[in-house]
């Protein structure tokens, strides 16, 4: 296991190459506090005052007015808990309280790897498909991390701007891939009033947001693919999407070292709509999971796709979209669904 390395707003140590084990301490902070945003899954008993898995996959935990929270992820593990474990870890936390342990303070550890793919959940079948079967040798070594429910419009649940900007500072990843917009299709606060997705207020505000972002991580040293939502089962969400969609396409336009792939140009029907199909091998095959997320075959068929960009960004001072109907769409067994 690695070295502790401070990713805002936890520390993160790496494990083998395909996972990581986060903790965060909050001093001061009560418990209630600290699960404002998520919902229980199952109730840890014996771990500090009050101790919860959450709907996130996080522990939580609260022992002396200090709330702490462990995460353990690892490519392609979308749905264990791993309480067992983490709890061992909590208890291990409490015994060596990190608040009263300022010597064990982390310190930047050395670079890690090439690429960081980083989103909401809508990016955990894509960063599958693509560790899976596209990291291939050690320059495409990717660090994966996906946050259920999270993007930029509501920070207090998950700070990505500060999270992507501590990652990079500490890993120097050569590419960033970023595909987090599905939960922010929510109003913005601007001109003193809330407005509403898509309104002209609203993309003035939710550029700001991406447009910092893309800002901080290319001062880093940092390109980055960024990538957008597809169309979604429901029209409403679908608009937000596409709402979504256009302003990060305008922002990495202005953006030297920031390309931005709208997955509905591979993914969606005619005229942007909605389909839960594509013809792969020659056959129709489900590609959407449950009307919003990719299932297996289609984090593969989009990963082929990512893996052109990533590859034309890599090689190249000043990468163009690559020729999408030239990248072939690789199935290798059949799949029922589910990612």
């Known amino acids: 296991m690695s070295p502790a390395t401070p990713t805002y707003p936890y520390c993160q140590w790496l494990v083998g190459t395909d996972a990581f084990l986060a903790l965060a301490v909050e001093p001061d902070t009560s418990f209630d506090s600290a ?9 840890v008993t014996g771990l500090g005052q009050q101790a919860i898995i959450a709907n996130n996959r996080y522990l939580y935990f609260t022992a002396s007015g200090t709330s702490y929270w462990l995460l353990w992820q690892q490519v392609g593990d ?3 808990l791993h309480t067992d474990q983490l709890v061992a870890l909590a208890h291990d936390v409490l015994a060596h309280d990190p608040a009263t342990q300022a010597a064990a303070a982390p310190v930047p550890g050395p670079p890690g790897p090439p690429i960081y793919f980083a989103g909401d959940s809508t990016a955990a079948g894509p960063e599958w498909a693509w560790d899976t079967y596209h990291v291939t040798s050690p320059e495409l070594r990717t660090l994966v991390e996906y946050q ?3 993007g930029l419009v509501v920070p207090q649940f998950f700070d990505w701007p500060s999270h992507l900007l501590a990652v990079v500072a ?8 970023y595909m987090g917009s599905a939960n922010d299709g929510q109003e913005l606060l601007a001109d003193g009033t809330y407005q509403p997705v898509g309104s002209p207020l609203w993309k003035q505000a939710y550029a700001a947001r991406v447009a910092a972002v893309m800002t901080s991580l290319v001062r880093e040293g940092s ?12 029209p409403q969400l679908s608009a937000d999407m596409q709402a ?21 140009t591979v993914l969606n029907g005619s005229h942007g709509s909605y389909v839960a199909t594509r013809i792969l091998d020659g056959r ?6 449950d009307g919003v997320h990719l299932n297996m075959a289609g984090s593969m068929y989009l990963a082929d ?24 769409a690789r199935i290798r067994e059949t799949v029922p669904g589910g990612a």
């Not at 979504?244 to 792939?261: I, S």
């Open 35 to 43: 699960t404002q945003y998520v919902d229980t899954l199952v109730t």
């Open 78 to 80: 979308f749905s264990e």
């Open 148 to 150: 259920v429910g999270s």
């Open 170 to 177: 500490a890993r120097r990843p050569r590419l960033v891939i």
């Open 223 to 234: 390109k980055v693919l960024w990538i957008g939502e597809p169309a979604m089962q429901d």
């Open 244 to 264: 979504m969609d256009e302003v990060c396409a305008q922002e990495a336009a202005t953006h030297r070292g920031v390309t931005f792939f709208n997955p509905g």
């Open 284 to 289: 129709p095959r489900e590609v959407r999971l």
């Open 305 to 328: 796709y990512i893996a052109a960009y990533v590859s034309r960004i890599l090689s190249s001072a000043a990468p163009s979209a690559p020729t999408l109907k030239a990248v072939p």
